[in-house]
């Protein structure tokens, strides 16, 4: 079969033959439709992410859309101990399939299952969430999250903090379900001022950023605060801006503050395929949208380093589908 394929960490993938795999006890084998190329995979395909294990050569993407031997096709999240799906064929566990209801285009189902399961299982599996509470969503214009503003607008959020760079990205979130739209650009401490005013008394922050800006967004927040008893969820899920922050001791002395995480071991794999029935079906009802930037995989090396539209996910696809 063929593959994209990492042969360094430095390098993007190529596409090339490869073995194809052989289905072990527990799972089938299935014909790969679609994969995206989410902020994950590249962390994976250039071993940064925090579940490599510095193995190579690997075949990178942890999700996508297949067609299994009878025909139907599925989305599906790969088990970590199996082949990437960004090949003409993988494996799967069925316990973590979830079958594509008809009419639904497999292309946007794999551009947007992952960038919304963050959000999703976050609200749903990590915190009690409530309808009318806040939200604040930092790092709001990346593709997760665009998709948080959604999904915390149909999860019934009373006020939603969307806030970020990009003033071109910013401008579309409103028509997103966004309550307040925040710029983090220009003058830090400005930002800061302006962050702290719209989102002191949010219930829940969705961290996509850490580094910097969340270095600056938590005490901008939390000394804010009308009551600072009241409990902050601040959900820890990407880490666009860097993998650390220092944090004063005195951030968790001087409010409620709650901080966790929200990803592969804070939430079973069994709590996040328990969820992929339910977020499917919001997408394909389009309660929440994607925009997906179909490329053949045979083009996988090019198309991993070149500018793709903002808003846009790009999915590999194969002859195959």
């Known amino acids: 079969m063929h593959?994209?394929?990492?042969?360094?960490?430095?390098?993007?993938p190529r596409f090339e033959e490869f073995p194809a795999p052989e289905?072990?006890?527990?799972r089938l084998p299935v014909e790969m439709v679609a994969a995206a190329l989410h902020p994950r995979?590249?962390?994976?395909?250039?071993?940064?992410?925090?579940?490599?294990?510095?193995?190579?050569?690997?075949?990178?993407?942890?999700?996508?859309?297949?067609?299994?031997?009878d025909g139907q096709v599925v989305y599906f999240v790969a088990d970590d101990g199996d082949p990437g799906t960004m090949a003409e064929r993988t494996v799967l566990d069925p316990r973590r399939a979830v079958p594509l209801p008809a009419g639904a285009d497999p292309v946007t189902v794999a551009a947007a299952m992952n960038p919304a399961m963050s959000?999703?299982?976050?609200?749903?599996?990590?915190?009690?969430?409530?309808?009318?509470?806040?939200?604040?969503?930092?790092?709001?214009?990346?593709?997760?999250?665009?998709?948080?503003?959604?999904?915390?607008?149909?999860?019934g959020a009373g006020r939603i903090v969307?806030?970020?760079?990009?003033?071109?990205?910013?401008?579309?979130?409103?028509?997103?379900?966004?309550?307040?739209?925040?710029s983090l650009a220009g003058d830090p401490d400005r930002a800061d001022a302006r962050l702290g005013e719209a989102a002191a008394d949010v219930d829940v922050v969705l961290d996509y950023t850490w580094g910097t800006p969340t270095e600056r967004a938590l005490p901008?927040?939390?000394?804010?605060?009308?009551?600072?008893?009241?409990?902050?969820?601040?959900?820890q899920i990407g880490a666009t801006a860097g993998p650390g922050i220092t944090l004063p001791s005195a951030a968790l002395r001087m409010a409620n503050l709650r901080l966790m995480g929200s990803g592969q071991g804070s939430v079973t794999a069994r709590g996040i395929v328990a969820e992929l029935p339910s977020l499917m079906a919001e997408l394909t009802r389009g309660t929440l949208t994607a925009d997906a930037?179909?490329?053949?995989?045979?083009?996988?090396?090019?198309?991993?380093?070149?500018?793709?539209?903002?808003?846009?996910?790009?999915?590999?696809?194969?002859?195959?589908?």
């Not at 289905?23 to 527990?26: D, I, K, L, R, S």
């Not at 969430?129 to 149909?154: C, D, E, S, W, Y």
């Not at 901008?220 to 969820?233: F, K």
């Not at 179909?294 to 195959?320: D, I, Y």
């Open 41 to 69: 995979v590249r962390s994976g395909a250039n071993g940064t992410h925090y579940t490599s294990d510095g193995r190579l050569p690997l075949i990178p993407g942890v999700d996508g859309v297949g067609r299994l031997p």
């Open 220 to 235: 901008a927040v939390l000394t804010r605060r009308t009551d600072r008893s009241a409990p902050l969820d601040w959900i």
């Open 162 to 182: 969307a806030a970020g760079r990009d003033p071109e990205r910013l401008e579309l979130l409103g028509g997103l379900g966004a309550t307040d739209v925040v």
């Open 293 to 321: 930037l179909p490329v053949p995989l045979a083009g996988v090396e090019e198309a991993w380093t070149a500018p793709v539209e903002p808003g846009r996910r790009l999915v590999f696809t194969t002859s195959r589908g």
């Open 3 to 12: 593959a994209a394929v990492v042969r360094s960490f430095e390098l993007p």
């Open 23 to 26: 289905p072990a006890e527990g």
């Open 119 to 155: 959000s999703w299982v976050a609200l749903r599996r990590r915190i009690t969430f409530k309808p009318g509470q806040g939200v604040l969503v930092l790092g709001a214009t990346g593709n997760a999250g665009r998709m948080a503003v959604q999904i915390a607008r149909h999860l």
